[in-house]
Protein backbone atom coordinates (compact mmCIF):
# COMPACT_ATOMS: atom_id res chain seq x y z
CA UNK A 1 0.00 0.00 0.00
CA UNK A 2 1.35 3.64 -0.71
CA UNK A 3 0.53 6.74 0.02
CA UNK A 4 0.66 10.03 -1.95
CA UNK A 5 1.12 13.19 1.53
CA UNK A 6 4.89 12.56 0.79
CA UNK A 7 4.88 14.02 -2.48
CA UNK A 8 4.59 13.03 -6.33
CA UNK A 9 8.42 12.00 -6.06
CA UNK A 10 8.33 10.33 -2.53
CA UNK A 11 6.09 7.55 -2.63
CA UNK A 12 6.43 5.26 0.40
CA UNK A 13 4.84 2.09 1.92
CA UNK A 14 3.01 3.01 5.14
CA UNK A 15 1.39 0.84 7.88
CA UNK A 16 -1.91 1.67 9.07
CA UNK A 17 -2.24 1.08 12.80
CA UNK A 18 -5.65 1.07 14.56
CA UNK A 19 -6.50 3.25 17.75
CA UNK A 20 -9.36 2.63 19.70
CA UNK A 21 -9.14 4.08 22.87
CA UNK A 22 -10.64 2.53 26.23
CA UNK A 23 -13.93 3.32 26.97
CA UNK A 24 -14.89 3.20 30.68
CA UNK A 25 -18.12 2.97 32.39
CA UNK A 26 -17.78 7.37 33.47
CA UNK A 27 -16.42 9.91 31.89
CA UNK A 28 -16.34 13.87 33.22
CA UNK A 29 -17.92 16.63 30.88
CA UNK A 30 -14.59 19.10 30.51
CA UNK A 31 -17.60 21.67 30.27
CA UNK A 32 -19.68 21.35 33.19
CA UNK A 33 -17.22 19.28 35.13
CA UNK A 34 -19.85 16.61 36.44
CA UNK A 35 -19.04 13.18 36.51
CA UNK A 36 -21.66 10.74 35.13
CA UNK A 37 -22.13 7.37 32.99
CA UNK A 38 -20.71 6.86 29.36
CA UNK A 39 -23.27 7.16 27.30
CA UNK A 40 -22.53 7.31 23.27
CA UNK A 41 -23.50 10.45 21.47
CA UNK A 42 -21.65 9.94 17.77
CA UNK A 43 -18.28 8.66 16.45
CA UNK A 44 -15.99 8.81 13.48
CA UNK A 45 -12.72 7.81 12.03
CA UNK A 46 -9.93 10.42 11.56
CA UNK A 47 -6.31 9.69 10.12
CA UNK A 48 -3.20 11.01 12.05
CA UNK A 49 0.33 11.34 10.82
CA UNK A 50 2.72 9.74 13.95
CA UNK A 51 6.54 9.25 14.01
CA UNK A 52 8.52 6.07 13.32
CA UNK A 53 12.31 4.99 12.33
CA UNK A 54 11.47 2.11 10.63
CA UNK A 55 8.93 2.65 8.18
CA UNK A 56 5.83 5.61 7.40
CA UNK A 57 2.91 5.30 10.10
CA UNK A 58 0.00 6.21 9.99
CA UNK A 59 -3.00 6.03 12.98
CA UNK A 60 -6.99 5.45 11.69
CA UNK A 61 -7.85 6.53 15.49
CA UNK A 62 -11.45 6.45 16.62
CA UNK A 63 -13.11 9.63 17.99
CA UNK A 64 -16.11 9.20 20.70
CA UNK A 65 -18.49 11.84 21.73
CA UNK A 66 -20.04 10.85 24.40
CA UNK A 67 -23.42 12.86 25.37
CA UNK A 68 -23.64 15.13 28.73
CA UNK A 69 -26.21 14.09 31.36
CA UNK A 70 -26.50 17.45 33.05
CA UNK A 71 -29.24 19.36 31.48
CA UNK A 72 -27.77 22.86 32.63
CA UNK A 73 -24.47 21.90 30.86
CA UNK A 74 -24.75 23.83 27.38
CA UNK A 75 -22.78 21.21 25.82
CA UNK A 76 -25.04 18.14 24.39
CA UNK A 77 -21.98 16.18 23.82
CA UNK A 78 -18.39 15.97 24.26
CA UNK A 79 -15.05 14.38 22.77
CA UNK A 80 -13.34 11.29 24.80
CA UNK A 81 -9.95 12.20 25.17
CA UNK A 82 -7.41 10.10 23.13
CA UNK A 83 -3.80 9.31 24.67
CA UNK A 84 -1.12 11.63 22.62
CA UNK A 85 -3.53 12.90 20.71
CA UNK A 86 -5.36 16.46 20.98
CA UNK A 87 -8.77 17.75 19.70
CA UNK A 88 -8.65 18.35 16.20
CA UNK A 89 -5.12 17.59 16.12
CA UNK A 90 -4.17 15.36 12.70
CA UNK A 91 -0.78 14.98 14.13
CA UNK A 92 0.28 13.20 17.22
CA UNK A 93 1.60 15.45 20.31
CA UNK A 94 4.58 12.74 20.30
CA UNK A 95 5.54 14.17 16.17
CA UNK A 96 4.51 17.59 17.45
CA UNK A 97 7.03 17.32 20.54
CA UNK A 98 9.87 16.17 18.25
CA UNK A 99 9.49 19.07 15.91
CA UNK A 100 9.27 21.64 18.75
CA UNK A 101 12.29 19.71 20.52
CA UNK A 102 14.39 20.25 17.12
CA UNK A 103 13.82 23.84 16.93
CA UNK A 104 14.59 25.13 20.42
CA UNK A 105 17.11 22.20 21.84
CA UNK A 106 19.06 21.48 18.49
CA UNK A 107 18.68 25.49 17.75
CA UNK A 108 17.03 24.64 13.96
CA UNK A 109 14.46 26.20 11.67
CA UNK A 110 11.19 24.99 10.82
CA UNK A 111 12.66 24.35 7.04
CA UNK A 112 15.15 22.27 8.20
CA UNK A 113 12.45 20.03 11.23
CA UNK A 114 10.36 19.44 8.34
CA UNK A 115 13.17 17.98 6.48
CA UNK A 116 14.61 15.93 9.11
CA UNK A 117 11.07 14.48 9.95
CA UNK A 118 10.95 13.03 6.39
CA UNK A 119 14.05 12.00 6.74
CA UNK A 120 14.38 10.08 9.73
CA UNK A 121 10.91 10.21 10.90
CA UNK A 122 9.34 8.37 7.75
CA UNK A 123 6.66 11.70 8.02
CA UNK A 124 5.90 14.80 6.81
CA UNK A 125 5.09 18.19 7.94
CA UNK A 126 5.29 21.83 6.20
CA UNK A 127 7.44 24.57 7.69
CA UNK A 128 4.06 26.91 8.38
CA UNK A 129 2.53 23.73 10.23
CA UNK A 130 5.98 22.94 12.03
CA UNK A 131 5.22 27.06 13.33
CA UNK A 132 2.07 26.83 14.13
CA UNK A 133 2.59 23.90 16.67
CA UNK A 134 5.74 26.24 17.70
CA UNK A 135 3.44 29.07 18.78
CA UNK A 136 0.09 27.58 19.95
CA UNK A 137 2.66 25.22 22.46
CA UNK A 138 3.95 28.77 23.17
CA UNK A 139 0.64 30.32 24.29
CA UNK A 140 -0.02 27.58 26.57
CA UNK A 141 2.14 29.59 29.40
CA UNK A 142 2.95 33.24 30.64
CA UNK A 143 6.29 34.71 31.44
CA UNK A 144 4.89 34.88 34.88
CA UNK A 145 4.69 31.97 35.39
CA UNK A 146 7.68 30.73 33.71
CA UNK A 147 9.70 32.78 36.14
CA UNK A 148 8.18 32.23 38.91
CA UNK A 149 9.24 28.76 38.18
CA UNK A 150 12.83 29.57 37.37
CA UNK A 151 13.50 31.51 40.87
CA UNK A 152 14.71 34.90 40.91
CA UNK A 153 17.89 35.43 42.79
CA UNK A 154 17.54 39.26 43.20
CA UNK A 155 19.63 40.53 41.30
CA UNK A 156 18.84 42.01 38.05
CA UNK A 157 20.57 42.56 34.61
CA UNK A 158 19.33 44.64 31.87
CA UNK A 159 21.05 45.97 28.07
CA UNK A 160 20.00 47.24 25.16
CA UNK A 161 20.85 44.97 21.42
CA UNK A 162 19.76 45.66 17.67
CA UNK A 163 17.96 42.64 16.80
CA UNK A 164 18.52 41.24 13.11
CA UNK A 165 16.36 41.99 10.44
CA UNK A 166 14.67 44.48 12.86
CA UNK A 167 13.86 48.41 12.60
CA UNK A 168 13.93 48.20 16.67
CA UNK A 169 15.74 48.06 19.42
CA UNK A 170 14.91 45.13 22.16
CA UNK A 171 15.63 45.29 25.88
CA UNK A 172 16.62 41.91 27.52
CA UNK A 173 16.74 41.41 31.37
CA UNK A 174 18.05 38.51 33.38
CA UNK A 175 19.44 37.18 36.05
CA UNK A 176 22.57 38.37 36.87
CA UNK A 177 23.21 35.84 39.22
CA UNK A 178 21.86 32.28 37.80
CA UNK A 179 22.66 34.03 34.32
CA UNK A 180 19.34 33.11 32.79
CA UNK A 181 17.45 35.43 30.37
CA UNK A 182 14.06 36.41 31.58
CA UNK A 183 12.42 38.70 29.34
CA UNK A 184 12.97 40.55 25.95
CA UNK A 185 10.77 43.42 24.25
CA UNK A 186 11.05 45.71 21.54
CA UNK A 187 11.69 49.45 21.54
CA UNK A 188 11.30 52.22 19.13
CA UNK A 189 14.79 52.86 17.80
CA UNK A 190 15.23 56.33 18.96
CA UNK A 191 14.08 54.99 22.16
CA UNK A 192 13.27 57.53 25.29
CA UNK A 193 12.78 57.38 28.79
CA UNK A 194 9.12 56.79 28.94
CA UNK A 195 9.72 53.45 26.87
CA UNK A 196 12.56 52.14 29.63
CA UNK A 197 10.20 53.01 32.58
CA UNK A 198 7.08 51.15 30.76
CA UNK A 199 9.80 48.11 30.04
CA UNK A 200 10.55 47.93 33.99
CA UNK A 201 6.63 48.40 35.02
CA UNK A 202 6.10 45.04 33.17
CA UNK A 203 9.15 43.18 34.38
CA UNK A 204 7.36 44.36 38.47
CA UNK A 205 4.06 42.96 36.76
CA UNK A 206 5.55 39.55 35.52
CA UNK A 207 6.59 39.29 39.42
CA UNK A 208 10.75 40.39 39.27
CA UNK A 209 11.29 42.85 42.26
CA UNK A 210 15.19 43.17 42.71
CA UNK A 211 16.76 44.50 45.25
CA UNK A 212 20.23 45.26 42.73
CA UNK A 213 20.16 45.64 39.16
CA UNK A 214 23.32 45.95 36.49
CA UNK A 215 23.01 47.78 33.74
CA UNK A 216 25.37 49.05 30.92
CA UNK A 217 26.19 53.20 30.87
CA UNK A 218 23.21 54.04 29.62
CA UNK A 219 22.25 57.21 31.51
CA UNK A 220 18.86 56.68 31.26
CA UNK A 221 18.24 53.58 33.65
CA UNK A 222 19.23 54.52 36.98
CA UNK A 223 16.34 57.24 37.23
CA UNK A 224 13.95 55.08 35.26
CA UNK A 225 14.83 52.40 37.71
CA UNK A 226 14.54 54.46 40.74
CA UNK A 227 10.85 55.52 40.03
CA UNK A 228 9.78 51.76 39.94
CA UNK A 229 12.30 50.26 42.42
CA UNK A 230 13.14 53.64 44.65
CA UNK A 231 15.16 51.83 47.14
CA UNK A 232 16.93 49.95 44.33
CA UNK A 233 20.65 48.84 44.52
CA UNK A 234 22.24 50.53 41.35
CA UNK A 235 25.90 48.99 39.66
CA UNK A 236 27.14 49.78 36.43
CA UNK A 237 28.85 47.19 34.56
CA UNK A 238 32.52 46.98 35.08
CA UNK A 239 32.67 45.17 31.43
CA UNK A 240 31.11 47.88 29.82
CA UNK A 241 33.04 50.65 32.25
CA UNK A 242 36.47 49.04 31.21
CA UNK A 243 35.05 48.81 27.47
CA UNK A 244 34.50 52.73 27.52
CA UNK A 245 37.64 53.38 29.16
CA UNK A 246 39.76 50.95 26.73
CA UNK A 247 38.03 52.74 23.45
CA UNK A 248 39.83 56.08 24.27
CA UNK A 249 42.94 54.48 24.90
CA UNK A 250 43.40 52.42 21.97
CA UNK A 251 42.45 55.78 19.45
CA UNK A 252 45.89 57.45 21.95
CA UNK A 253 47.83 54.26 20.90
CA UNK A 254 46.74 54.94 17.27
CA UNK A 255 47.00 58.59 17.61
CA UNK A 256 50.32 58.16 18.42
CA UNK A 257 51.15 55.54 15.65
CA UNK A 258 50.29 57.88 13.65
CA UNK A 259 52.98 60.04 14.91
CA UNK A 260 55.18 57.99 14.24
CA UNK A 261 54.89 57.13 11.01
CA UNK A 262 55.60 61.04 10.02
CA UNK A 263 59.04 60.84 11.95
CA UNK A 264 59.43 57.87 10.11
CA UNK A 265 59.35 54.71 13.25
CA UNK A 266 58.25 52.18 11.27
CA UNK A 267 59.42 49.49 13.59
CA UNK A 268 58.43 51.08 16.82
CA UNK A 269 54.52 51.56 14.30
CA UNK A 270 54.53 47.47 13.87
CA UNK A 271 56.18 47.07 17.21
CA UNK A 272 53.19 48.43 19.00
CA UNK A 273 50.67 47.07 16.28
CA UNK A 274 51.92 43.43 17.37
CA UNK A 275 51.26 44.63 20.99
CA UNK A 276 48.35 47.08 20.90
CA UNK A 277 45.94 43.88 22.20
CA UNK A 278 48.28 43.34 25.44
CA UNK A 279 48.50 46.92 26.08
CA UNK A 280 44.68 47.00 26.74
CA UNK A 281 44.62 43.79 28.19
CA UNK A 282 43.27 43.46 31.64
CA UNK A 283 45.96 43.29 33.92
CA UNK A 284 44.74 40.24 36.22
CA UNK A 285 44.56 38.72 33.16
CA UNK A 286 48.28 39.06 32.33
CA UNK A 287 50.92 36.05 32.29
CA UNK A 288 54.62 36.11 32.61
CA UNK A 289 55.02 36.74 29.59
CA UNK A 290 52.85 39.85 29.19
CA UNK A 291 54.46 41.28 32.18
CA UNK A 292 57.56 40.55 30.75
CA UNK A 293 57.29 42.31 27.22
CA UNK A 294 55.12 45.26 29.30
CA UNK A 295 57.81 45.64 31.12
CA UNK A 296 60.03 45.90 28.15
CA UNK A 297 57.81 48.17 26.41
CA UNK A 298 57.61 50.68 29.36
CA UNK A 299 61.06 51.19 28.83
CA UNK A 300 61.68 51.77 25.35
CA UNK A 301 58.13 53.94 25.60
CA UNK A 302 59.50 55.70 28.52
CA UNK A 303 57.61 59.52 28.61
CA UNK A 304 55.26 58.43 25.68
CA UNK A 305 51.46 58.15 25.57
CA UNK A 306 51.96 54.64 25.76
CA UNK A 307 54.06 54.58 29.11
CA UNK A 308 51.48 56.99 30.60
CA UNK A 309 48.06 54.52 29.34
CA UNK A 310 50.22 51.62 31.29
CA UNK A 311 50.30 54.09 34.32
CA UNK A 312 46.94 55.00 33.99
CA UNK A 313 45.81 51.33 33.91
CA UNK A 314 47.55 50.52 37.41
CA UNK A 315 45.61 53.44 39.08
CA UNK A 316 42.54 51.86 37.65
CA UNK A 317 43.70 48.56 39.07
CA UNK A 318 44.18 50.23 42.16
CA UNK A 319 40.40 51.57 42.28
CA UNK A 320 38.44 49.06 40.81
CA UNK A 321 40.63 45.74 42.16
CA UNK A 322 42.25 46.78 45.04
CA UNK A 323 39.58 48.95 47.23
CA UNK A 324 38.10 47.33 49.83
CA UNK A 325 35.38 49.97 50.48
CA UNK A 326 33.53 52.79 48.44
CA UNK A 327 35.98 55.50 50.55
CA UNK A 328 39.20 53.94 49.87
CA UNK A 329 37.91 53.78 45.67
CA UNK A 330 37.01 57.71 45.89
CA UNK A 331 40.36 58.71 47.13
CA UNK A 332 42.03 56.85 44.89
CA UNK A 333 40.42 58.69 41.79
CA UNK A 334 40.89 62.02 43.68
CA UNK A 335 44.33 61.29 43.81
CA UNK A 336 44.73 60.43 40.32
CA UNK A 337 42.73 63.38 39.53
CA UNK A 338 45.09 65.48 40.82
CA UNK A 339 47.97 64.37 39.10
CA UNK A 340 48.94 66.38 36.11
CA UNK A 341 50.86 63.53 33.75
CA UNK A 342 48.11 62.80 32.47
CA UNK A 343 46.44 65.90 31.27
CA UNK A 344 49.08 66.37 28.45
CA UNK A 345 46.25 63.96 26.15
CA UNK A 346 43.15 64.59 25.48
CA UNK A 347 42.31 60.89 25.23
CA UNK A 348 43.54 60.85 29.12
CA UNK A 349 41.74 63.50 29.96
CA UNK A 350 38.25 62.16 28.83
CA UNK A 351 39.18 59.16 30.99
CA UNK A 352 39.42 61.06 33.44
CA UNK A 353 36.22 63.36 33.13
CA UNK A 354 34.68 60.15 33.42
CA UNK A 355 35.69 59.21 36.49
CA UNK A 356 34.94 62.38 37.80
CA UNK A 357 31.22 62.15 36.77
CA UNK A 358 28.37 61.60 38.71
CA UNK A 359 28.75 57.69 37.10
CA UNK A 360 31.19 56.81 38.76
CA UNK A 361 29.02 56.09 42.02
CA UNK A 362 27.75 53.33 40.23
CA UNK A 363 30.71 52.06 39.15
CA UNK A 364 31.82 50.87 42.90
CA UNK A 365 28.42 49.78 44.64
CA UNK A 366 29.88 46.42 44.68
CA UNK A 367 32.87 47.45 47.15
CA UNK A 368 30.18 47.50 50.11
CA UNK A 369 27.93 45.37 48.63
CA UNK A 370 30.36 41.98 48.47
CA UNK A 371 26.85 40.00 47.25
CA UNK A 372 26.43 42.39 44.21
CA UNK A 373 28.62 41.15 41.23
CA UNK A 374 30.23 43.93 39.58
CA UNK A 375 29.15 42.48 35.87
CA UNK A 376 26.29 41.49 34.99
CA UNK A 377 26.69 39.64 32.32
CA UNK A 378 24.41 40.28 29.86
CA UNK A 379 26.58 40.82 27.04
CA UNK A 380 27.05 36.85 27.34
CA UNK A 381 22.74 36.74 27.48
CA UNK A 382 23.05 38.33 24.13
CA UNK A 383 25.71 36.00 22.79
CA UNK A 384 23.26 33.20 23.60
CA UNK A 385 20.76 34.94 21.87
CA UNK A 386 22.17 36.16 18.85
CA UNK A 387 23.28 32.19 18.41
CA UNK A 388 19.52 31.96 18.41
CA UNK A 389 18.72 34.70 15.92
CA UNK A 390 21.36 33.71 13.43
CA UNK A 391 20.43 30.62 12.07
CA UNK A 392 17.36 32.25 11.31
CA UNK A 393 18.65 35.53 10.20
CA UNK A 394 16.66 37.46 12.85
CA UNK A 395 12.91 36.47 14.38
CA UNK A 396 10.42 38.24 11.95
CA UNK A 397 8.23 39.47 14.82
CA UNK A 398 8.25 40.43 18.77
CA UNK A 399 6.20 37.75 19.42
CA UNK A 400 8.46 34.94 17.60
CA UNK A 401 11.15 36.07 19.24
CA UNK A 402 8.95 35.73 22.66
CA UNK A 403 7.42 32.73 21.82
CA UNK A 404 10.73 31.13 21.45
CA UNK A 405 12.15 32.26 23.98
CA UNK A 406 9.29 31.34 26.53
CA UNK A 407 10.45 27.26 25.03
CA UNK A 408 13.55 27.91 24.98
CA UNK A 409 13.39 28.76 29.17
CA UNK A 410 10.72 26.03 29.52
CA UNK A 411 13.96 23.43 27.68
CA UNK A 412 16.69 24.67 29.15
CA UNK A 413 16.07 26.46 32.23
CA UNK A 414 12.74 24.10 34.12
CA UNK A 415 14.15 20.82 31.76
CA UNK A 416 11.40 20.65 29.54
CA UNK A 417 8.82 20.82 32.23
CA UNK A 418 6.78 23.54 33.77
CA UNK A 419 4.95 21.74 36.02
Not at 78 to 99: C, G, H, V
Not at 173 to 189: E, Q, R, T, W
Not at 343 to 357: C, D, G, N, P, Y
Amino acid sequence: MSIGFFGKNDVKEFKVKIVKPRISKFCKCPFCGMKQQFKKEKEHWKIVKDVDLDRPVLLKVRVVYAKCLNPKCPYKSFQLPIPDISKYAKATNRLKSESIAGIVEDNSTCPRIAKRLNRSFNTTASRTTIDRWKHKEAEKYGFKEIIAKIGFSGILTVDEYKPKRSKTYDLIAGDAIKNKIFYISAIPLFFGRGHIEKFFRHLKVLGIEPWAIIFDLLTAFPKQAKKVWPEILIQFDYFHVMQWIHRYFKNAILRYRQELKKQGGENKRAELWEHKWRLLKNMDNWTLKDHRIISSLIEDYSGTIVEDILIFKQYLYEIFDNSETRKEAYCKRDSLHSETWWQHSWHLRQVMKFLASWKFKYMITYLDHPEIPRTGNSEELIRIWRQMEKVRYGFKTEKGRQDHLKLFQISKYLGGKIN
